[in-house]
């Protein structure tokens, strides 16, 4: 890929995250997550800084010991369902992979369920609560995330906010921030740069293309606060998300994006449904232009592959990390490619 002077180059899988390694692999496999946190299915993996050298992540349905990586369905694994959990890391070396210092746990010492999720898969009711994005603004760590009804046609009842004072440790609902079934803001992606936290969301589901909001950090449960990018006046419009139009026109999926400081551009990789890979594009400036889409990672060589979200990291230097998902067998891998001038 080639953005003006600057170039991206082939991605490795440098390590699995979660779960139990196969017989053939050969990727390093630094987290015991099944023996130490009764987690041996799950994915996501929704990485955020809460403080220097201190990082959340995220990660959504996820299945205990007796999971089965090729089993029927990973949503079918039977036993120890939660709707989504969080691990920590303060491993800031990633040519190794990515090592976890904890997890919230339960009375058992067990991974535990942050954001509630009623397990109903009738289609009618509340499926599970899958988290999309994380921040730390103003001393708070904060997660969107989307409440599912029916995974079928990505029906959801509502997205929102959680959030916790004490870094992680408890959360609480926001009560006066929350999103539409049909709003475009239903799977977001956070980056603080500026005094801004900007947002670049879609609607939940993984065929509408991405539009852009912006906020003060300080106003992140204030959602009348919110401003979002109306390209037909090239202005920033508060309080009213139906202005905020296409910054990106493709079938955007699971998402995340960075500025990168070296380079000094924009960044953003996502799932791109229609053409079964990991798309990233740059960009000068958040409301755009953005480059035409890179095939960053390609399904043939690693299947049933999504989610991407970037280490934060991969904003100071030439090094690029994220964490991917495969739905068989259904865990997390931490990848990386590299950004060289020309």
């Known amino acids: 890929m080639d953005i003006s002077s600057t170039v991206v180059g082939k991605v490795t899988c440098i390590a699995r995250l979660t779960g139990m390694p196969l017989p053939e692999e050969e990727f390093m496999s630094p987290n015991s997550t099944v023996q130490q946190w009764n987690i041996g299915g799950t994915d996501l993996g929704i990485i955020w800084e809460q403080a220097p050298g201190k990082y959340g992540i995220f ?9 089965k990586p090729f089993g029927p369905k990973p949503n079918d694994a039977a036993g120890e369902w939660r709707c989504n959990f969080l691990a920590f890391s303060t491993d800031t070396y990633l040519n190794d992979g990515l090592s976890f210092s904890g997890v919230v746990t339960d009375n058992k010492g067990e991974a535990r369920e942050i954001i509630p999720g009623g397990k109903d898969k009738s289609g009618k009711g509340d499926w599970t609560s899958i988290p999309t994005a994380a921040i730390r603004a103003g001393g708070i760590d904060y997660v969107h995330y989307f409440n599912m009804r029916n995974w079928r046609n990505w029906d959801t009842n509502y997205s929102a906010l959680y959030r916790s004072v004490d870094s992680g440790m408890s959360w609480e609902p926001c009560a006066n921030v929350k999103f539409s079934s049909d709003s475009y803001f239903g799977q977001i992606g956070y980056f603080k740069k500026d005094g801004y936290v900007y947002m670049i969301g879609t609607e939940t589901g993984r065929d509408t293309p991405a539009r852009l909001a912006r906020f003060r950090e300080r106003d992140i449960e204030r959602q009348e606060r919110y401003e979002y990018w109306d390209g037909t006046i090239n202005k920033w419009v508060r309080g009213d998300e139906k202005r905020a139009t296409v910054i990106i026109d493709d079938k955007v999926g699971e998402l995340s994006f960075i500025y990168n400081y070296k380079y000094k551009k924009w960044i953003i990789a996502y799932f791109a449904s229609a053409r079964y890979d990991i798309t990233l594009r740059m960009a000068d400036d958040i409301t755009g232009p953005w480059s035409e889409p890179y095939k960053l990672v390609d399904s043939k060589e690693y299947p049933q592959l999504y989610g991407s979200f970037f280490h934060p990291l991969s904003s100071y230097g030439d090094e690029l990390y994220f964490l991917m998902s495969m ?16």
């Open 327 to 342: 739905w068989k067998p259904y865990n997390v891998f931490l990848m990386k490619t590299v950004l060289f001038k020309k």
């Open 59 to 67: 990660f959504g349905d996820s299945y205990g010991r007796n999971f």
